[in-house]
């Protein structure tokens, strides 16, 4: 059965820094890729970042751009979110998922067939 | 970047009724467009991939069809585990990008 746990949501101050984990269980976590999506309250979902399965290509939304970086440890099974600088607009329920291709090129065409439960980020002073 | 617009944003049905969710999208995206359901509480749920295809397991009841801009997601016959928030994604190109949803609730 294929598991994804994530971890490390919390309270954090804008600015600060924050890393979300996830543990990945009941598939080969090295042959695919792996994304991170959000939903902020009250809102839908809305795509962050995605990593290739050997971390070779990485691929942000705009609005993350320069501050997240995603990173994955295949030996760990796991896949990581670093938010540095976070802002208010942050805070969101953000959910570890794992994508039906091994890599992200620019052209996708493909699906998110597993997510996690998610971990909750809360951005304030 | 690709918008994707959904509609309605909220509709309410009875059990049994036949459902209709409509999404468009702001550019051309061939048949890479997939349909997710999400409840509260829960993590969200892959029910239509590449605009028609079901994802094994999903119910017969849920279709998906469409090409090129517009979209259709199908309930033929909605079921009380149904009543959930439905959600389009282009699979296009990256940046990948969701629709705004649509809350299906019970009238």
């Known amino acids: 059965e294929v598991q994804l746990v994530e971890s490390g949501g919390d309270l954090v101050q804008p600015g600060r820094s924050l890393r979300l984990s996830c543990a990945a269980s009941?598939?080969?976590?090295?042959?695919?890729?792996m994304h991170w999506v959000r939903q902020r309250p009250g809102k839908g979902l809305e795509w962050v970042s995605g990593?290739?399965?050997?971390?070779?290509?990485?691929v942000y939304a705009d609005s993350v751009k320069g501050r997240f970086t995603i990173s994955r440890d295949n030996a760990e099974n796991s896949l990581y979110l670093q938010m540095n600088s976070p802002r208010p607009e942050d805070t969101a329920l953000y959910y570890c998922v794992k994508d039906t291709k091994s890599i992200v090129p620019k052209q996708w065409l493909g699906h998110f067939d597993y997510w996690g439960q998610g971990t909750l980020v809360t951005v304030s002073s | 970047d690709i918008q994707m617009t959904q509609s309605p944003s909220s509709l309410s049905a009875s059990v049994g009724d036949r459902v209709t969710i409509t999404c468009r999208a702001s550019?051309?995206?061939?048949?890479?467009l997939n349909w997710y359901q999400h409840k509260p509480g829960k993590a969200p749920k892959v029910l239509i991939h590449t605009a028609s295809s079901l994802q094994s397991g999903v119910p017969s009841r849920f279709s998906g069809s469409g090409s090129g801009t517009d979209f259709t997601l199908t309930i033929s016959s909605l079921q009380p585990e149904d009543f959930a928030t439905y959600y389009c994604q282009q699979a296009y190109t990256t940046p990948l990008t969701f629709g705004g949803g649509t809350n299906v609730e019970i009238k």
């Open positions: 990593i290739s399965w050997n971390s070779g290509s990485t």
């Open positions: 550019q051309r995206i061939s048949n890479y």
């Open positions: 009941g598939f080969t976590f090295d042959d695919y890729a």
